[in-house]
């Protein structure tokens, strides 16, 4: 009878703690609600059933009892991203692309130390660029392409340390590029096409080493491009067309053995690339993967 018993808790025991471990603090649970509530939860094509445990819900991955991750990517949210998720404090993957949703980009969002991945593309995001990205000690992939995004690319963009990946584009960006783009020397792709940038580019591209992609088509830049460009040697896709360049020489010194795609105004440099007949429509977006991860 006393094994019995004994047996008979150690199962209650761990019923509980799994009960214990799928629940999460009230205030996260709280701000998913708010979440599904503005925008428009009821007509998401997955749907939350709120009277089930967070741990259910589409798209909510959970990690030692806080939201990890909130993928809700092409689930017809509508509405506006309600502040408040600096209190999923644990939060490493936020991907709510190909949605509807509109406002501002919520400055509490990059307030999250343990960011990894903040895919925002393909919504009708509006106003200005968060401006302070001093906490993103982990980020290493933002994307907010095709939004309404207007302003100024902001200064501190620069001190993600981390950042692989910076995709901008299809946006009304103006101004010039932030000269703190050169301290991003873990960047593999800058994407920056179809903005208002301006200028002359004062960054020195030399200095993004592992740069595979540089998309910098359909804006209004000026000038000659850095003459540090030509040390890119890990390049694989380059764009500049559809800009004002007084000149890309530079890129004559161009030693890539891993170059594919390569469009620019310059007939010359297109034919030395391999590249003299090429799709002049295919757009940045064109390679973007619509697909989760």
């Known amino acids: 009878m006393k094994t019995f018993l004994t047996y008979g808790f150690v ?7 799994c009960a214990v471990s799928a629940q999460i603090p009230n205030r996260e649970k709280q ?15 997955n749907k939350w059933d709120l009277n ?12 030692n009892g806080h939201v990890v991750a909130l993928n809700l990517y092409r689930n017809n949210l509508e509405g506006k991203l309600p502040l ?10 936020v991907n709510l692309s190909f949605n509807k949703i509109k406002g501002s980009v919520p400055n509490d969002l990059f307030e999250l130390e343990e960011l990894v991945s903040v895919r925002l593309e393909m919504n009708k995001f509006s106003g200005f660029m968060p401006k302070d990205y001093s906490k993103m000690k982990n980020l290493e992939e933002l994307s907010l392409f095709n939004n309404l995004l207007e302003g100024t690319i902001p200064e501190g963009i620069g001190t ?12 009304y960006l103006e101004g010039t590029l932030p000269k703190s783009l050169e301290n991003l020397s873990n960047l593999e792709r800058l994407e920056l096409f179809g903005n208002k940038l301006t200028g002359a580019i004062e960054v020195e591209l030399g200095k993004l080493k592992k740069l595979k992609e540089l998309i910098l088509s359909y ?4 000038g000659d491009l850095p003459s ?38 310059d007939e010359f440099l297109n034919m030395k690339f391999g590249n003299g007949v090429t799709d002049r429509l295919r757009l940045a977006e064109a390679k973007f993967v ?3 991860h």
């Open 228 to 265: 540090s460009a030509a040390a890119l040697s890990n390049l694989e896709i380059v764009q500049l067309q559809g800009n004002d360049f007084r000149s890309l020489n530079s890129l004559f010194q161009l030693h890539s053995q891993k170059l594919a795609i390569f469009d620019s105004d």
């Open 290 to 292: 619509d697909a989760k």
């Open 219 to 222: 804006n209004k830049f000026e």
């Open 11 to 17: 199962l209650h025991f761990m019923a509980s703690s």
């Open 160 to 171: 993600i340390e981390k950042l692989k990946s910076l995709n901008l584009s299809s946006n």
């Open 84 to 93: 408040g998720i600096s209190h999923l404090k644990n939060l490493k993957i």
């Open 52 to 63: 089930a445990q967070p741990s259910s819900w589409y798209g909510v991955e959970i990690e």
């Open 31 to 45: 701000y998913l609600i708010k979440i599904y509530n503005s925008t428009s939860g009821e007509y998401w094509t």
